[in-house]
């Protein structure tokens, strides 16, 4: 399984950006949970969102909710994070996951993913 994340980018206080998660692989996608987290050095990595293999469920972290959404199109193989109002405090850099086990519950904790994609730098100026 590779999960590659694209969409990162600077962006100015307020702004949005829509980070994307294409997996591939021989797993089938639709089968299996997705989440996002964020790291910045020094510090360890933090939940942002989750979603269930379906789509029905979907999880926040305390510091996005209300401002991010995560969604997929399993169709596509791809998870979506959309983030609005960002602040600078969103700066980081955002990986994707996938759930590790098919037809699981959603998982905030890292070590309830098992691949992950190479991360995507957001960086949000003031």
């Known amino acids: 399984v590779q999960l590659q994340a694209s969409g990162g980018g600077l962006v100015q206080a307020g702004g949005s950006l829509r980070l994307s998660c294409a997996a591939s692989g021989r797993r089938t996608f639709s089968s299996y949970g997705m989440g996002w987290f964020r790291q910045v050095p020094g510090k360890e990595r933090e939940f942002v969102a989750a979603i269930n293999f379906s789509g029905a469920r979907v999880y926040y972290g305390d510091s996005v909710k209300g401002r991010f959404t995560i969604s997929r199109d399993n169709a596509k193989n791809t998870v979506y994070l959309q983030m609005n109002s960002l602040k600078p405090e969103d700066s980081a850099v955002y990986y994707c996951?996938?759930?590790?086990?098919?037809?699981?519950?959603?998982?905030?904790?890292?070590?309830?993913?098992?691949?992950w994609g190479q991360g995507t730098q957001v960086t949000v100026s003031s």
């Open positions: 996951a996938r759930r590790a086990g098919a037809i699981l519950a959603v998982a905030t904790e890292a070590n309830g993913y098992d691949y």
